[in-house]
T-cell receptor, first 117, second 115 residues
């Protein structure tokens, strides 16, 4: 079956520090990969995505590259801000055999990020 | 435009009671998903609806859970004879089309507490 593994949290950084949150996956097909973010008191929202190998998703200074050879989709940001404090979820959607899947998401366990001034 | 809405935002119920959770997807979105977010299990898929097709119920944890979607829009998730392990945040998401590359838009969730 499909699975997503994220680095254990929580992660605590000072403002302007470099961020990496590791994510690796197992899938039966060629999945699309996503990072969702949950800000305090808010719902889950898409941060970025990549739909095929070597694609780079980017948004709000965050980047992640779809690495098929290492089955990874690590999230990076060069300089974090206090406003980036949130829970980050790596997720995949596997098209399944014959591309018949419908977009069901498999999530990692989430990583809590806290950024201090 | 309006996002996905869910009601109630919080629900406290006694063990053994039935509860209904409601989801209003974004207008025009044909695909609707329910997920559950709990401390022990993380975020897990429950059920999926697409148009008039039969729903995929493969993620429902037991036969106490059921869901319906009326008129291709509003969806209701029903939990019968609630148990303490049902305590979680229930999230609804919709997408304009199903498929593995389309973004899902999530509602704020319903926090269910079973006492």
């Amino acid at each position: 079956g499909n699975s997503v593994t994220q680095m254990e949290g929580p992660v605590t950084l000072s403002e302007e520090a470099f961020l990496t949150i590791n994510c690796t996956y197992t899938a039966t097909g060629y999945p699309s990969l996503f990072w969702y973010v949950q800000y305090p008191g808010e719902g889950l929202q898409l941060l970025l995505k990549a739909t095929k190998a070597d694609d780079k998703g980017s948004n709000k200074g965050f980047e992640a590259t779809y690495r098929k050879e290492t089955t990874s989709f690590h999230l990076e940001k060069g300089s974090v801000q206090v406003s980036d404090s949130a829970v980050y979820f790596c997720a995949l959607s596997d098209p399944g055999a014959g591309g018949t899947s419908y977009g069901k998401l498999t999530f990692g366990q989430g990583t809590i990020l806290t950024v201090h001034p | 435009g309006a996002g996905v809405s869910q009601s109630p935002s919080n629900k406290v119920t006694e063990k053994g009671k039935d509860v209904e959770l409601r989801c209003d997807p974004i207008s025009g979105h044909t695909a609707l998903y329910w997920y559950r977010q709990s401390l022990g299990q993380g975020l897990e898929f429950l059920i999926y609806f697409q148009g008039n097709s039969a729903p995929d119920k493969s993620g429902l944890p037991s036969d106490r859970f059921s869901a319906e979607r009326t008129g291709g829009s509003v969806s209701t998730l029903t939990i019968q004879r609630t148990q303490q392990e049902d305590s979680a945040v229930y999230l609804c998401a919709s997408s304009w089309k199903d498929g593995h590359s389309y973004e899902q838009y999530f509602g704020p969730g319903t926090r269910l507490t079973v006492t």
